[in-house]
């Protein structure tokens, strides 16, 4: 059974930068057959995918255009759990944040438990 | 990006049946058969119950099914459940972008 454990602040200041790390059990991060996404919910945005990162030979990063340019995942293989960092973060970007496995044509099936990230200062 | 269209609300007594639509384009529900459909319950992560448009994942009840025509995509709930009281969001890969966009959300009552 695949399993997906978050961890990080809840509260980041304006400007600053919103780190959040998802521990894997049960899958690895660098699995040829799996995808790791970040996904945020927010009473103004809905459900919005943020990028996801994944292992075919080589690492693979896709990101949403919205974030791209403030963007970056990062697997960690020794820990097997992979990583969230949103930089020059503003209150527009407060809002519940999950780590998934999946695909973007086929869904995505297991999903962290879900940080409330506040940015006030 | 504009979000997939679904009706804000749906309800239905237990036993019955119920239909939750979800309208894109054709750059993305009508482009793929890409549609996923999830359940949330409150303070819950979501839960993946339909991908492929009509595929139910493994523990999912044969009582939820999807379809597609066009450019929208149905979520179907028969034999109401109160458990099946939540909110349900579809999805879709959206090939102009390459990425996946969301539905609003519908929340469902039990009545």
């Known amino acids: 059974q695949v399993q997906l454990q978050q961890s990080g602040p809840g509260l980041v200041k304006p400007s600053q930068t919103l780190s959040l790390t998802c521990a894997i059990s049960g899958d690895s991060v660098s699995s040829n057959s799996a995808a790791w996404n970040w996904i945020r919910q927010s009473p103004s945005r809905g459900l919005e995918w943020l990028g996801r990162t994944y292992y075919r030979s080589k690492w693979f990063n896709e990101y949403a255009v919205s974030v791209k340019s403030r963007i970056s995942i990062n697997p960690d293989t020794s820990k097997n759990q992979f990583s969230l960092q949103l930089n020059a973060v503003t209150p527009e970007d407060t809002a519940t944040y999950y780590c998934t496995r999946g695909f973007l044509k086929t869904g995505f099936d297991y999903w962290g438990q879900g940080t409330l990230v506040t940015v006030s200062s | 990006q504009s979000a997939l269209t679904q009706p804000p609300s749906a309800s239905g007594s237990p036993g019955q049946s119920v239909t939750i639509s979800c309208t894109g384009t054709?750059?993305?529900?009508?482009?793929?058969?890409?549609v996923s459909w999830y359940q949330q319950h409150p303070g819950k992560a979501p839960k993946l119950m339909i991908c492929e448009v009509n595929k139910r994942p493994s523990g999912v009840p044969d009582r939820f099914s999807g379809s597609k025509s066009g450019n929208t995509a149905s979520l179907t709930v028969s034999g109401l459940q109160a458990e099946d009281e939540a909110d349900y969001y579809c999805s879709s890969y959206e090939g102009t972008n390459n990425f996946v966009i969301f539905g609003g959300g519908t929340k469902l009552t039990v009545l």
């Open positions: 054709s750059s993305d529900v009508g482009g793929y058969n890409s």
